[in-house]
């Protein structure tokens, strides 16, 4: 597969193309509290799109064995690069749970992928 081909070596591909995945699979169920939290923030636009499925689940969206915290992407308003458009994560450790603001890194592959975890964040990109 060519995207596993253009990663370099401070990234890592999300859906290679051998059966053993390389992301973490640490998951969270979030807390009626933590969802009462994202329902509340002030949105600057009215489209807000929430990143869960049937159940209240993130999973981390870091590399397998990775250093820090566990993060996932949780909810986003506005359109793609539309003036005040808020993007929120979710972070996790074995001691508490946190929502924060952060852009999408802003690393690109050579295959044109962008790296899916927020800006600033620790360890390899995530490609794919």
């Known amino acids: 597969m060519k995207v596993v081909a253009d990663i370099a ?3 890592f ?3 290679p193309s051998n059966a053993e995945t390389s992301v973490c ?3 969270i169920e979030l807390a009626d509290a933590d ?3 994202l329902v509340r923030l002030p949105w ?3 489209r807000t799109r929430l ?3 049937p159940e209240p689940t993130l999973q981390c969206s870091h590399e397998r064995d990775h250093a820090g915290e566990h ?3 949780s909810a986003e308003s506005g359109e793609s690069g539309e003036s005040g458009e808020l993007t929120l994560w979710v972070a996790w450790d074995r001691e508490r749970t946190r929502i924060f603001s952060a852009e999408f890194c802003s690393r690109s592959s050579a ?3 962008l790296c899916s975890l927020p800006r600033g964040h620790l360890g390899r990109h995530a490609m794919g």
Do not use: I, K, T
Request: aromatic letters at 4%.
């Open 9 to 11: 070596a401070d990234e």
């Open 13 to 15: 591909p999300l859906n």
């Open 25 to 27: 699979q640490e998951s």
């Open 35 to 37: 969802l009462a939290e």
């Open 44 to 46: 600057r636009r009215s």
């Open 51 to 53: 990143n869960l499925g």
């Open 71 to 73: 993060v996932a992407f």
């Open 111 to 113: 295959s044109g992928h």
